[in-house]
């Protein structure tokens, strides 16, 4: 069972490039998430997708695009990548059925570098 | 969801209990006190929650005051291990656009020394 799988786990891009950081997970969650992390910062929501079919914006969406593929994938997308967005780049997955079940599994990140 | 604040570090001798204080002054009635931590380059960790009753599970124990206005994280032998960022979130869970998101601060810095 691996829970929530994020490729790539590393990556340099030039600024200008784009790029599609892509998210699997296999528990049958509904909702998916896009975090970032820059040091010394918590975790900052960039989107998310509470159900197949939906995303919305988070707190920092500028710069990025999503799409819920299906039930299991939800990709972030960086079409023009600025050195702004050097990260580390988590997704996330949760079953929202009540308050009982509402633990978030993570996956282990991509760290961007852009140049 | 409300604001919470935490210290920015603790440390703590292995085998003792860590105990890493939430306040949470503006919580609401239907909102639940979680916790997560991040060990060093890793995703976070979903650890407890709670309403307003203390919860306990093979992690942790959670201390919620009767006021809800503050909380506390329990490890009760900690381990070199569980040094890592502790985050203490308070939100209202569920479905839908405006509840699923879950919101981080900067958390707590726990160290366990040996």
């Known amino acids: 069972n691996a829970g929530v799988t994020q490729t790539p786990k590393f990556q340099v891009l030039k600024t200008g490039q784009s790029m599609t950081l892509q998210c699997a997970q296999d528990m049958n969650h509904n909702s998916m998430y896009w975090y970032r992390q820059d040091p010394g910062m918590g975790l900052r929501l960039i989107y998310y997708s509470a159900s197949e079919g939906t995303t919305d914006k988070g707190e920092v969406p500028n710069g990025y695009n999503v799409s819920r593929l299906n039930k299991r994938e939800f990709s972030l997308r960086l079409e023009s990548a600025a050195p702004s967005q050097t990260s580390v780049y988590f997704c996330?997955?949760?079953?929202?059925?009540?308050?009982?079940?509402?633990?978030?599994?993570f996956g282990s990140g991509t760290r961007l570098t852009v140049v | 969801d409300a604001k919470t604040t935490q210290p920015p570090s603790m440390d703590c001798a292995e085998g003792r209990a860590a105990n890493l204080p939430c306040n949470h002054s503006?919580?609401?009635?239907?909102?639940?006190v979680y916790w997560y931590r991040q060990i060093h380059s890793q995703g976070p960790q979903y650890i407890i929650h709670?309403?307003?009753n203390n919860e306990t599970n093979e992690m942790a124990s959670l201390i919620i005051t009767e006021d809800r206005k503050s909380s506390t994280l329990i490890l009760p032998h900690a381990t070199l291990r569980d040094t890592a960022v502790y985050y203490c979130?308070?939100?209202?869970?569920?479905?839908?656009?405006?509840?699923?998101?879950?919101?981080f601060g900067r958390g707590t810095q726990l160290t366990v020394w040996p």
């Open positions: 996330a997955s949760s079953e929202a059925r009540g308050p009982s079940s509402e633990g978030y599994t």
């Open positions: 503006t919580i609401s009635g239907n909102e639940y």
């Open positions: 979130i308070v939100r209202v869970p569920g479905r839908g656009s405006t509840l699923g998101r879950l919101y």
């Open positions: 709670g309403l307003k």
